[in-house]
C-alpha cells in the first residue's frame, strides 16, 4: 500500500518553490538582467572592484571611500595562514580535484577559528569576513599546490590583484586585472542557486560560516553547477576547430548529452554575464593572438541557438568563462575553485541575510514505498 495522508504538492529539484524572500540579487529570467540590490550587473562589471560589489551585496548599498577602505582592513586583518595548511593542500590536490582541497581547506580554517562554535549575527559576520580575507590567498595556494610549486605571499591588498600575484608570481597587467575582476563580479550573487541554498540550509540550522561555505563548495563541485565551465572547455579543446562544430554537437544532441555551458534553470534568454564574457573572451583571443578556440565556442554557440534556441537554450555563464580563464593561464581544473573565490560574496551575504529571520530549512519529501506494516522476518528466518 501506498502513503495517502501527504496532500502536499510536489516540485521536483524544488523548482518554482519559493523559500526565502531576499533584497540581494534579482535574476530576472525571462528578460535576461540580473541585479545587485537594484544595480545593473553591466554598470557594476564596468565600473567596480570585488570589494565595492561585495559591501553592496552584504550591506545593501555602495560603499563610499571610507566605508571601503574600513572594509579592506578588515579583510586584510587577518589575511593569511601558515604553511601546515598549504602541506594539506599539496596533499589534497596530488589525487583528487583542486576542489576538494577548497572544501578541506575552509573546513580547516574553521576548525582553527576558536569563536566557531559561536551562531550570534557578530560572529557569523566576523568569521565570514575573515575566511573572505583569506580566500584569494587560499585558492591562489591550492593552484601552486596543484601546478607543483610553492606556495607566494604578498601584501597586496586588493582581492583580484592578490590572487592574481599570489598565483602566477608577477604583477599582473592593467588589462589582465580588469578581466578578472570582471569576471569576480559577475559570478559573485545569483538568487537561490544549488551552493547558495547550501550554504542557507546549513546556517538555517545556527551551525557556522565555515561550514556554510564548506557545504556551499560541496555542491558548487558538480557539473551541473560550477564544474560546468571546466567540462564546456574540455568539450571545445575536443571539438578543436569551428568546421567540426556542427557535426560533433549534432551526434552528441542526438544522444540526448548535455552541451555544458548551455541552457539554464532561470534564464531562458541569454545570460547577461555570458554575453559580457564572450566579449572579453574575444578581446583575450586577439591580445593573445589564439583565436582558434574562440571560433570554436561562437560556432557551438550558432549551433546550438539554431537547433535549440526555441526551448529557451543559449550559453549560460559558464561557456565563456572558461576561455577566459585559460586564456589568462590557469589550468582548467582551477574554474570551479575561482567560482568560489567570487561566489563567497553571495553566500556570505545571504546567509547573513536568512539569519535576521532564521527558520529552519525542512522540506519534506514524498513517500513512494510501502506503508505496511510488513510482518518483521528475524535474520535467522530470512530466505
Ligand atoms: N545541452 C543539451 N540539451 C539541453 C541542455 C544542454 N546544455 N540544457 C537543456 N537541454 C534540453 C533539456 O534536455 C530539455 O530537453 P527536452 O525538452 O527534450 O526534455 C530542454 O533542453 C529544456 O531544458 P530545461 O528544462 O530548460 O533545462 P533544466 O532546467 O532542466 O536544466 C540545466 C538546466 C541543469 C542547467 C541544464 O541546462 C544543463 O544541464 N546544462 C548543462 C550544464 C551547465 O551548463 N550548468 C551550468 C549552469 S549555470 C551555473 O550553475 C553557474
Redesign the pocket.
Known sequence: MIASNQNTEFARGLEGVVAAETRIGFVDGINGRLVYRGYNIEELAESSTFEEVTYLLLYGKLPNKSDLANFKNKLNADNHFDDKLFRVLQDCTKGSHPMSALRTGVSYLGGLDKNSNKSDLASQESMGLKLMGKFPSLVAAINRAYSGHEMIKSNEPDYTVRFLEESFGKKPSEFEVKVFRTALILHADHGM?ASTFASMVAISTLSDMYSAVTAAISSLKG????G?NEQ?LELLERIGSAKNADKIVGEM?EKKE????????VYKVYDPRAKILKGYAKDLAKHTGKSELFETAEEVEKVMISK?GT???FP???FYSGIVYKSLGFDPKLFTPIFALSRISGWFARSLEYLHDNRLFRPRSMYKGEVGPIKYVPLEDRK
Open positions: 542557486n557539473p551541473l553547477h560550477g560546468a564546456a544532441l548535455k552541451i555544458m555551458g548551455f541552457g539554464h534553470r535549440l526551448k529557451g537554450i549560460n555563464v559558464d
